[in-house]
């Protein structure tokens, strides 16, 4: 009997309470008044952009895979990876820990990009052959999404804030840390593909391949 992957053995109600408590959050940063912590955050940006980034995987995957003959189960587990470093960093917010903890922000970069590149990594590793073409593939995607985070991070509160001093080194600093995340993602997630055979393949299946003519 074929051991299904782990990411499609959790449920589809993980990654629906992730986005709920994300957005529920990001509501309460928005419009409730008289909380400095969320001042001059772009909350409001975030409001409409995290809930379509944290959708983008569920929807491409169906995209990909609506016309295909069989259907696989949806990786729920896969997308709830992908959408939990936005909850990270929203409650990360929610709680002050950005000024009350001082290695909070490198810590996120490490460990959101380690999450959100293992997702991508469960996501693809069925289809990049072979292991150190998908450690490649998951840390470039991560280096590329770290660079682009820091120019959104940029672009929407940064220019205009109180942090434009020291930006320059920490920008240095948490594309280095999300690189770094993202290839621990693309080794475990080359680990654990090693360990689960891939459904796509008829022999780890359990059926045998049709003869060739």
Known sequence: MTRRPASRQVPWLVPALVLL?????????????????????????RLIAYPLL???APTCWWLA??????RDAPPWGA??????PFLVDVTGNSLDLYDAVVWWDDLNHFANW???CAGLGLLLGTRVRPDWALVT???GLGAV????????????FIRHGTELDTAYEDTLADEALGTLGALAAGLVVASLRRRTPAPEDPAAA????PASR
């Open 65 to 70: 895979n609506r016309r295909r003959p069989r």
């Open 137 to 139: 593939l998951v840390t």
């Open 79 to 84: 997308f709830a990876l992908v959408m939990a």
């Open 206 to 209: 359990g059926v045998s391949a």
């Open 21 to 45: 408590l994300t957005v529920g959050q990001l509501l309460v940063a928005e419009y409730v008044p008289g909380i400095d912590r969320f001042a001059d955050k772009a909350f409001g940006a």
């Open 145 to 156: 999404l770290a660079i682009g985070w820091e120019l959104g991070e940029w672009f929407t």
């Open 114 to 116: 380690a999450l959100l």
């Open 54 to 56: 944290m959708l983008t």
